[in-house]
Protein backbone atom coordinates (compact mmCIF):
# COMPACT_ATOMS: atom_id res chain seq x y z
CA UNK A 1 0.00 0.00 0.00
CA UNK A 2 1.08 3.57 -0.99
CA UNK A 3 2.26 5.69 1.35
CA UNK A 4 1.09 9.62 1.42
CA UNK A 5 4.30 12.09 1.75
CA UNK A 6 2.77 14.59 3.72
CA UNK A 7 5.45 16.86 4.87
CA UNK A 8 5.50 17.03 0.41
CA UNK A 9 2.20 17.95 0.44
CA UNK A 10 2.10 21.03 2.54
CA UNK A 11 4.49 23.23 -0.34
CA UNK A 12 0.51 23.28 -1.49
CA UNK A 13 -0.27 25.58 1.03
CA UNK A 14 1.81 27.96 1.25
CA UNK A 15 1.55 31.98 1.31
CA UNK A 16 1.67 32.45 -2.21
CA UNK A 17 -1.27 34.45 -3.21
CA UNK A 18 -2.59 33.66 -7.23
CA UNK A 19 -5.26 36.26 -8.10
CA UNK A 20 -6.91 33.44 -10.71
CA UNK A 21 -6.72 31.12 -8.01
CA UNK A 22 -9.11 32.31 -5.30
CA UNK A 23 -12.25 30.77 -4.21
CA UNK A 24 -15.20 32.92 -2.71
CA UNK A 25 -15.44 33.09 0.93
CA UNK A 26 -17.31 35.54 2.87
CA UNK A 27 -14.72 38.32 2.87
CA UNK A 28 -13.81 37.72 -0.63
CA UNK A 29 -17.52 38.80 -0.99
CA UNK A 30 -17.07 42.14 0.07
CA UNK A 31 -14.44 42.97 -2.59
CA UNK A 32 -16.83 44.72 -5.14
CA UNK A 33 -17.93 46.96 -1.93
CA UNK A 34 -14.85 47.52 -0.82
CA UNK A 35 -13.29 48.39 -4.56
CA UNK A 36 -16.08 50.97 -3.73
CA UNK A 37 -14.81 52.59 -1.19
CA UNK A 38 -13.02 56.03 -0.72
CA UNK A 39 -10.28 57.45 1.68
CA UNK A 40 -8.46 55.97 4.18
CA UNK A 41 -9.67 52.17 4.02
CA UNK A 42 -9.08 49.64 7.10
CA UNK A 43 -8.88 45.93 5.97
CA UNK A 44 -8.56 44.02 9.60
CA UNK A 45 -7.83 40.88 11.55
CA UNK A 46 -5.71 38.04 12.54
CA UNK A 47 -2.47 36.46 10.77
CA UNK A 48 -3.81 34.71 8.80
CA UNK A 49 -7.51 35.66 7.98
CA UNK A 50 -6.95 36.37 4.72
CA UNK A 51 -5.67 40.62 5.08
CA UNK A 52 -3.48 40.18 2.39
CA UNK A 53 -5.59 37.92 0.23
CA UNK A 54 -8.30 41.22 0.09
CA UNK A 55 -5.56 43.72 -0.34
CA UNK A 56 -3.81 41.85 -3.41
CA UNK A 57 -7.32 41.69 -5.08
CA UNK A 58 -8.19 44.92 -4.43
CA UNK A 59 -4.76 46.03 -5.63
CA UNK A 60 -5.10 43.98 -8.86
CA UNK A 61 -8.43 45.29 -9.68
CA UNK A 62 -7.84 48.91 -9.34
CA UNK A 63 -4.77 48.21 -11.47
CA UNK A 64 -6.17 47.39 -14.10
CA UNK A 65 -8.28 51.17 -14.46
CA UNK A 66 -5.85 53.20 -11.94
CA UNK A 67 -2.56 54.57 -10.94
CA UNK A 68 -1.50 52.29 -7.73
CA UNK A 69 1.30 51.65 -5.59
CA UNK A 70 1.84 48.66 -3.16
CA UNK A 71 3.74 48.75 -0.07
CA UNK A 72 4.27 45.48 1.11
CA UNK A 73 5.31 47.34 4.86
CA UNK A 74 5.82 51.19 5.66
CA UNK A 75 8.51 53.33 4.80
CA UNK A 76 11.13 54.60 7.06
CA UNK A 77 9.62 57.80 7.64
CA UNK A 78 7.00 60.47 6.56
CA UNK A 79 9.09 61.78 3.95
CA UNK A 80 9.88 58.79 2.34
CA UNK A 81 6.31 57.67 2.30
CA UNK A 82 5.60 61.02 0.43
CA UNK A 83 8.69 60.97 -1.95
CA UNK A 84 7.59 57.40 -3.09
CA UNK A 85 4.23 58.54 -3.47
CA UNK A 86 4.99 61.87 -5.60
CA UNK A 87 7.56 59.81 -8.07
CA UNK A 88 4.77 57.09 -8.46
CA UNK A 89 2.98 59.45 -10.65
CA UNK A 90 6.14 61.19 -11.75
CA UNK A 91 8.57 58.55 -12.71
CA UNK A 92 11.12 61.05 -14.51
CA UNK A 93 11.81 63.11 -11.09
CA UNK A 94 14.26 61.09 -7.71
CA UNK A 95 14.38 64.08 -5.63
CA UNK A 96 11.68 67.19 -4.60
CA UNK A 97 12.58 69.64 -2.06
CA UNK A 98 10.87 68.04 0.77
CA UNK A 99 8.93 71.35 1.46
CA UNK A 100 7.46 71.92 -1.18
CA UNK A 101 5.76 67.79 -1.62
CA UNK A 102 2.85 68.38 0.51
CA UNK A 103 1.72 71.53 -1.74
CA UNK A 104 2.40 69.35 -4.93
CA UNK A 105 0.29 66.25 -4.03
CA UNK A 106 -2.79 68.22 -3.07
CA UNK A 107 -2.72 70.54 -6.22
CA UNK A 108 -1.32 67.86 -8.26
CA UNK A 109 -3.45 65.00 -7.06
CA UNK A 110 -6.73 66.81 -7.41
CA UNK A 111 -7.59 64.94 -10.59
CA UNK A 112 -5.78 61.98 -10.96
CA UNK A 113 -6.80 59.15 -8.48
CA UNK A 114 -4.40 57.09 -7.12
CA UNK A 115 -4.50 53.80 -4.85
CA UNK A 116 -2.06 53.53 -2.36
CA UNK A 117 -2.15 50.02 -0.32
CA UNK A 118 -0.36 49.79 2.68
CA UNK A 119 -0.06 46.20 4.75
CA UNK A 120 1.27 46.20 8.41
CA UNK A 121 0.31 49.78 8.86
CA UNK A 122 0.55 49.51 12.45
CA UNK A 123 3.93 49.65 12.38
CA UNK A 124 3.75 52.95 10.88
CA UNK A 125 5.08 55.83 13.30
CA UNK A 126 2.42 58.60 14.02
CA UNK A 127 4.33 60.78 11.53
CA UNK A 128 3.55 58.53 8.88
CA UNK A 129 0.06 58.21 9.72
CA UNK A 130 -0.53 62.04 10.58
CA UNK A 131 0.66 62.68 6.98
CA UNK A 132 -2.32 59.94 5.87
CA UNK A 133 -4.51 61.38 7.45
CA UNK A 134 -3.55 65.18 5.70
CA UNK A 135 -3.19 63.40 2.55
CA UNK A 136 -6.57 61.09 2.60
CA UNK A 137 -8.50 64.90 2.58
CA UNK A 138 -6.76 65.21 -1.17
CA UNK A 139 -9.80 64.05 -2.94
CA UNK A 140 -8.64 61.53 -5.22
CA UNK A 141 -5.79 60.03 -3.11
CA UNK A 142 -7.31 57.00 -1.59
CA UNK A 143 -5.30 54.65 1.15
CA UNK A 144 -6.25 51.15 1.84
CA UNK A 145 -4.26 49.50 4.53
CA UNK A 146 -3.58 46.19 6.44
CA UNK A 147 -3.48 45.87 10.36
CA UNK A 148 -4.07 43.28 13.37
CA UNK A 149 -7.81 44.18 14.70
CA UNK A 150 -6.23 44.61 18.15
CA UNK A 151 -3.82 47.54 17.11
CA UNK A 152 -6.73 48.99 14.82
CA UNK A 153 -8.42 49.49 17.75
CA UNK A 154 -5.71 51.09 19.64
CA UNK A 155 -5.59 53.41 16.84
CA UNK A 156 -9.04 54.29 16.14
CA UNK A 157 -9.48 54.91 20.68
CA UNK A 158 -6.59 56.45 21.24
CA UNK A 159 -6.51 59.40 23.35
CA UNK A 160 -3.47 61.45 22.00
CA UNK A 161 -3.84 60.83 18.05
CA UNK A 162 -6.95 59.37 16.82
CA UNK A 163 -6.85 57.85 13.48
CA UNK A 164 -10.43 57.96 11.85
CA UNK A 165 -10.95 55.21 8.75
CA UNK A 166 -13.95 56.14 6.54
CA UNK A 167 -14.62 52.69 6.05
CA UNK A 168 -13.18 49.13 8.20
CA UNK A 169 -13.16 45.84 6.54
CA UNK A 170 -12.91 43.18 8.70
CA UNK A 171 -11.40 39.40 7.04
CA UNK A 172 -13.77 37.00 8.05
CA UNK A 173 -12.82 32.97 9.88
CA UNK A 174 -13.62 30.62 7.14
CA UNK A 175 -17.00 28.63 7.54
CA UNK A 176 -16.95 25.04 7.79
CA UNK A 177 -17.85 24.57 4.10
CA UNK A 178 -15.84 27.16 2.89
CA UNK A 179 -13.16 24.87 4.99
CA UNK A 180 -13.98 22.01 3.19
CA UNK A 181 -13.86 23.91 -0.45
CA UNK A 182 -10.73 25.19 0.17
CA UNK A 183 -8.97 22.32 1.45
CA UNK A 184 -10.02 19.77 -1.32
CA UNK A 185 -9.96 22.46 -3.88
CA UNK A 186 -5.79 22.75 -2.92
CA UNK A 187 -5.62 19.05 -3.27
CA UNK A 188 -7.51 18.77 -6.29
CA UNK A 189 -5.47 21.85 -8.33
CA UNK A 190 -2.57 19.70 -7.56
CA UNK A 191 -3.90 16.77 -8.91
CA UNK A 192 -4.62 14.76 -5.08
CA UNK A 193 -7.87 13.19 -5.40
CA UNK A 194 -7.42 10.53 -3.44
CA UNK A 195 -6.27 12.98 -0.88
CA UNK A 196 -9.39 15.39 -1.43
CA UNK A 197 -11.73 12.59 -1.18
CA UNK A 198 -10.23 11.77 2.69
CA UNK A 199 -12.24 15.49 3.64
CA UNK A 200 -15.84 15.42 3.83
CA UNK A 201 -18.46 17.71 6.06
CA UNK A 202 -17.76 16.20 9.24
CA UNK A 203 -14.18 17.00 9.10
CA UNK A 204 -14.06 20.31 8.14
CA UNK A 205 -16.19 20.80 11.10
CA UNK A 206 -14.04 19.43 13.18
CA UNK A 207 -11.12 21.49 11.53
CA UNK A 208 -13.34 24.98 11.48
CA UNK A 209 -13.65 24.77 15.40
CA UNK A 210 -10.23 23.96 16.15
CA UNK A 211 -8.95 26.52 14.11
CA UNK A 212 -11.52 29.04 14.54
CA UNK A 213 -11.56 29.06 10.91
CA UNK A 214 -8.12 30.22 10.88
CA UNK A 215 -6.15 27.99 8.82
CA UNK A 216 -2.87 29.58 9.70
CA UNK A 217 -2.96 28.92 12.98
CA UNK A 218 0.14 26.83 12.82
CA UNK A 219 -0.36 26.42 17.32
CA UNK A 220 -3.33 24.67 16.93
CA UNK A 221 -3.72 21.04 18.07
CA UNK A 222 -6.53 18.97 16.68
CA UNK A 223 -6.95 16.63 19.06
CA UNK A 224 -10.66 14.96 20.74
CA UNK A 225 -10.88 17.62 23.52
Sequence with gaps: MATTDFETLKEHFNDVLHVNHVFQ?????????LLQERGLIFVTGDVGMGKSVLMHLAHHEHAAQHKTLFLARPLENAY???KTLYITLNPD???VPEEELLGIFCRQYNGKPLYIFIEAFELMDYEQMKLVMRLKQCPALH????????????????RHFKVIPDAIYPALPLSPDEVLSYITTIFLRAQHKDIAGLFNKEVSLV???HTKGNLDRKSTRLNSS
Design 25 to 33: TQSIRKLPS
Design 80 to 82: ELL
Design 93 to 95: KTT
Design 143 to 158: FIVSLNTKEAKKLTNN
Design 207 to 209: IAK
